[in-house]
């Protein structure tokens, strides 16, 4: 499920097609459905349908247990001595980065015996929810009368700067403002930023992800999908009270459970035309690229076993990523599921028909949207295929761009991204030391150019820059072969020295990348004046809307912010019979054998040899109708008591519908048992001395 | 899947409504398709796609070695000395006739160590295949010309009895003329017929049945459903070179399998009008009437143990048919399904039409056809509800009152069912000692009036037999509890008496019966001169088209006759993962804990006492692409040496559809390992000589 390399290549290649604005349409949250702001946690829910009411000790200590792990993941503290736990899918980006030819982590695991043992993670930030505060009525009040709809969002961005800037410098806190229910509501969101992180302890990744491709999105299912990062202050483990206590027995069938956690993004509340565009434009092309950056992919590791290791990461991602897109567009595909998104907003805009004055106000919004969706059609080939695409390299060559340019401007002036209270987590990335594959380089680069050749013809004019009469694959040696920008130093060198530096640079990629910089901007300020700043505006019409005719009993689709979900453990119906509410490691030894042992359903050598010791009766994972969705992996299942039970990591193949809509029949979140954690701990892994820590019977190592 | 009590119970309740005339409109099997008649096996397709000719040698011991037993079930011989081998569902009415409040055989298994202790059946007929006659010229010779299609039809059923008649006096063999592909070909098939059999071994339902209702009809699944039989001749156990040797290594993943046994129906070759006529009527009805019954049946249950015991094969039977039915409901719901139907069905219409001759000869079949559903709807209510419905007594007194009235008559002239060939097996049912539940026949017949009262309204003039005047509860108590019929004794009496024994008698339920007869009669004739004789005039043209179109590329639709399958032992794609093509214990104890051990999941005693001591690899079910369907349960699967590699037991719920199109992509027969057999017989069951008979390690106990 949502790796964070999966949320990463959504943003980066389809901000465009998969508009981010969403918009109220259904009256109320559906059986267990929501992922919940903890403002507005579902207390009447919770009570009516499992008589339980959180207090609001119970909440904070939840919200500050829980953690956002880097830009598409989830965890929380499970120590008081900094031990994160998240997934092994979630940290494989940093097992990666710390890995080389000779030592593969993400392949055959991590222990840290001791704190020195622990590796430091290149580029990883770990952020802690520590305030909300509602700023709607401060960055609606900058909209002054007259203003049309571009002014309106210039005038918001701008103070939503001015909040972000003025929280930064009074808290030191990392600070965010979300836009929720499309832009109803803005409210400033304060972290606590970590970003000394060191790695402690991962499985190897066959029994991370056991079962491969094939069984990931599905259940019942078999994996120990765990990792565990250790949060350092000042050099020293983070001393923490808000951690989860583990509580190793899980939770029984029909439990009331949660997960807290950072869900990317849901299209619930999305109006149907917008559903209608992701339906014919957005998700078959998408799917195309990704097929096709697959093939690549895959091309490039049949050349040996370092190219596999290599490529590993990316081809895990993008497989996440397809068989995600795929289920969700067999959603979209669904006749009797988009009947109900069309039913669902036809009684919305009636009931708003309904009284003259709300028809006047909020009326006109859903067509204004339809018209926008229609009008990016125009322009779908140009910004799918101009821009860098398949290459790293490429990308960081325009952000040090970009960055040098941006950072002379007035804040309020700047492009997103590049904001005083962003900078520094940027250039946290922008210099990582992680490794980066000039060979797998090319060969993205070279197929990425050649599908923009493909789409767009060889006279476009972003053509003309990338290729400039040579081939995609001369192009593509040139540029790469060319470039010192793998050097971090390099980069910060470029940073350093400014615009001067920048314009001075003969390196090829930089060259590059700084003819296309107009281009890329244009496109942006397009996207904006025509699209952005009218769904904005008239999205937070519809979200007025909504909340005038229903009452805010919906939770806003999800943002990457922290959400609390809850629900039971509980099976469901699976083709044509039921799918337990849990599974045991002996289901993971016939899975072994009724595949004969072959890949992707081997196992590692230690769960073969250790087998007749182990008991098998041991739960492994289980299932429970908590809503969630890509960005929740590593999220803590945690009980009534506050503990910890179990850990997120997928989703099954039912639930991939539920970006567009819940239904608690068989939408279900998959979670490793807590006891399986421990067990394979203490026995297959013999890390007694992390167990204990997690368990609490010792305090440090 | 398809258990006795479900064939039985559609032929008795939908005889009307399944027609049972089945028309060719396809021109090629698909890959892996087909349940061939020994007369001609897919030789072609064997040889193409595996390589592999069997010899006519190798299809003879096949044939000689595969049995059917009773109105339902397959199974084969598998030791020289009588043993044969079916499944626990086959076997399962016989156990519960030999049980008593007493001694539970069904729940608890059975075990005879020595063949004294072997248990003899009450009413099991076995049939050997001996011998196959093309009889298409003689019965096709007996239509003359100017005879109409009523005409037609009797005069062929005339010359079919004297076809079995002078093959019965002739070999002394169980004689029946078989139509095939319609009315197209008919053949003799002569069967050796066995009714010493006594019971050797059966598991404990619950692992035989492992998952109950929610797992029957899907995989991955952990079932040893089996049971062992052995036939006796002259009092001693049959002694015969024609079995199956036992491989206990099973077959491997993609292995060449075959399937030997007996098919009950398909409707692979129905004419497009008449599915539409299924998925509009037949269908929806079934299925509301066997909901109904399983209503009353579970409130029997529910007054005590020995009411379960006693209702539980029934619901057995019901449940099992209401999930196939659903499955095979759902495929007619199908728009792809049917759309592909409907265009092969146009596609043979416009090759026939292109031809002018072929156009006069067979063109006119199909609306024929069509017109013949139309017309059944004029009497749907009266056929469905006019009946003596859900009393097995109330279907013996007709029987008797119809025997004593037709073996009167020259053979020619009397219905169905009472020709010569076929008494010596009625009469072995008719008088059988198996137990029957007054209380449970009172209570059903009771809700059959009450059902039929409903659907006629009170006027109806079977209403007013039935009923006179009375509720249907003191209808049913009076004729139940008036009855002597559940005395084999008072049966034989009858029927011994002939017609005065039977026009005297005043049991209650005869003298019900005797009235109903004319009814019955006449409902009869008018389905074989308004429908039949139509639609087998019609179905023979198209049937004849078909072969001078396509040429005999395609099997006969089932008819439950031995038939030969052919596929690959191989997994399938599930619900967004792969099925592996393989179980093993291991996977039973996963799914006994991921349920809390609660039934369905629970197992018997034994099977938790000594889990630590088993050897859990052990496979324990398979799937392969044969095409089988109900009728096929307790069939050997057999690999290319002719050895027994597994026991055919179930579908997947994908092949449910296969009723109506085989698809091999997901379609699959579930079998037993042959090696989980021998393993459970060895260290479960302490079992160790039959074990050896099978293996052939011993010959005789």
């Known amino acids: 499920m949502g790796a964070r390399s999966k949320v990463r290549t959504t943003l980066l290649v389809f901000l465009f097609l998969s508009s981010t604005l969403l918009f109220p349409a259904g009256p109320v949250a559906r059986a267990d459905e929501g992922m919940w702001t903890f403002d507005?946690?579902?207390?009447?829910?919770?009570?009516?349908?499992?008589?339980?009411?959180?207090?609001?000790?119970?909440?904070?200590?939840?919200?500050?247990?829980?953690?956002?792990?880097?830009?598409?993941?989830?965890?929380?503290?499970?120590?008081?001595?900094?031990?994160?736990?998240?997934?092994?899918?979630?940290?494989?980006?940093?097992?990666?980065?710390?890995?080389?030819?000779?030592?593969?982590?993400?392949?055959?695991?991590?222990?840290?015996?001791?704190?020195?043992?622990?590796?430091?993670?290149?580029?990883?930030?770990?952020?802690?929810?520590?305030?909300?505060?509602?700023?709607?009525?401060?960055?609606?009040?900058?909209?002054?009368?007259?203003?049309?709809?571009?002014?309106?969002?210039?005038?918001?961005?701008?103070?939503?700067?001015?909040?972000?800037?003025?929280?930064?410098?009074?808290?030191?806190?990392?600070?965010?403002?979300?836009?929720?229910?499309?832009?109803?509501?803005?409210?400033?969101?304060?972290?606590?930023?970590?970003?000394?992180?060191?790695?402690?302890?991962?499985?190897?990744?066959?029994?991370?992800?056991?079962?491969?491709?094939?069984?990931?999105?599905?259940?019942?299912r078999y994996d120990l999908d765990m990792a565990l990062f250790r949060v350092y202050e000042n050099g020293k483990p983070l001393q923490t009270k808000d951690y989860l206590k583990w509580n190793k027995n899980g939770a029984g069938d029909g439990e009331l459970v949660f997960v807290s956690g950072n869900p990317g993004s849901t299209n619930r509340l999305q109006t149907y035309s917008q559903l209608e565009m992701q339906r014919d434009y957005s998700y078959p092309l998408r799917i195309k690229s990704v097929k096709r950056m697959l093939e690549v992919l895959r091309k490039y590791s049949a050349i040996g076993p370092e190219q596999r290791r290599q490529a590993a990461g990316q081809i895990f991602g993008l497989e996440n990523a397809l068989k995600a897109w795929d289920g969700e567009y067999q959603g979209l595909l669904d006749k009797n599921l988009m009947a109900k998104r069309e039913k669902e907003e036809k009684e919305f805009r009636a009931l708003v028909a309904s009284k003259p004055e709300w028809e006047k106000e909020y009326g006109g919004a859903w067509d204004a949207i339809a018209q926008a969706e229609k009008k990016q059609l125009d322009v779908i080939n140009i910004y799918r295929y101009r821009g860098l695409r398949g290459s790293r390299l490429a990308g960081l060559a325009l952000t040090i761009i970009q960055y040098v340019a941006e950072v002379k401007k007035p804040d309020a002036k700047r492009l997103d991204g590049f904001h005083d209270s962003q900078l520094e987590s940027l250039k946290f990335r922008l210099f990582s030391p992680a490794p980066i594959y000039p060979q797998l380089e090319e060969m993205m680069m070279a197929d990425g150019l050649q599908e923009s050749l493909e789409g767009l013809g060889p006279d476009d004019s972003f053509i003309k820059i990338a290729l400039d009469g040579e081939t995609p694959a001369e192009a593509a040696k040139e540029l790469i072969g060319g470039t010192k920008l793998a050097d971090p130093a390099f980069r910060k060198s470029l940073v350093d020295g400014g615009e001067t530096a920048v314009e001075a640079s003969t390196d090829p990629l930089v060259v590059y990348a700084r003819k296309y910089d107009p281009m890329a901007r244009d496109a942006r300020k397009w996207m904006e004046d025509n699209i952005a700043s009218v769904e904005t505006a008239a999205g937070g019409k519809i979200g007025k809307a909504r909340f005038v005719a229903y009452g805010k009993t919906l939770p806003p689709d999800a943002t990457f912010t922290l959400r609390l979900s809850y629900g039971a453990v509980k099976g469901y119906p699976l083709n044509g019979t039921k799918a337990p509410y849990k599974t045991t490691f002996y289901g993971l030894y016939d899975r072994w054998l009724g595949f004969d042992q072959k890949p992707p359903f081997n196992l590692p050598s230690r769960y073969v040899e250790r087998k007749d010791k182990l008991d098998l009766s041991m739960p492994l994972d289980f299932v429970s109708t908590c809503d969630i969705i890509g960005g929740n992996s590593g999220s803590p299942v945690i009980n009534k008591e506050g503990e910890l039970v179990g850990l997120i990591f997928d989703g099954n193949i039912e639930s991939l519908v539920g970006r567009f809509v819940y239904d608690e029949t068989s939408n279900r979140a998959v979670a490793v048992h807590s006891g399986a954690m421990i067990y394979a701990l203490r026995n297959l892994y013999d890390a007694g001395a992390l167990a204990d820590e997690l368990e609490g019977s010792a305090g440090t190592k």
């Open 40 to 220: 507005n946690p579902p207390l009447k829910q919770l009570k009516e349908k499992y008589g339980f009411i959180p207090t609001q000790q119970w909440l904070d200590h939840v919200r500050l247990s829980s953690v956002r792990i880097g830009d598409g993941g989830s965890g929380s503290f499970v120590s008081p001595n900094g031990l994160v736990l998240t997934n092994h899918h979630v940290a494989r980006g940093q097992l990666q980065k710390v890995s080389s030819p000779q030592k593969d982590y993400v392949k055959d695991g991590f222990y840290a015996k001791t704190y020195d043992e622990e590796l430091k993670c290149p580029d990883l930030e770990i952020n802690v929810l520590i305030s909300m505060e509602n700023v709607t009525a401060r960055v609606q009040g900058a909209v002054k009368a007259g203003m049309n709809d571009e002014q309106a969002l210039q005038a918001r961005k701008a103070e939503i700067t001015k909040i972000e800037d003025e929280s930064l410098k009074a808290t030191g806190l990392r600070s965010d403002v979300i836009s929720f229910y499309q832009s109803s509501e803005y409210w400033l969101y304060c972290y606590k930023k970590y970003t000394d992180i060191r790695l402690v302890f991962a499985p190897e990744q066959q029994i991370a992800f056991y079962g491969g491709d094939p069984d990931n999105f599905t259940y019942p």
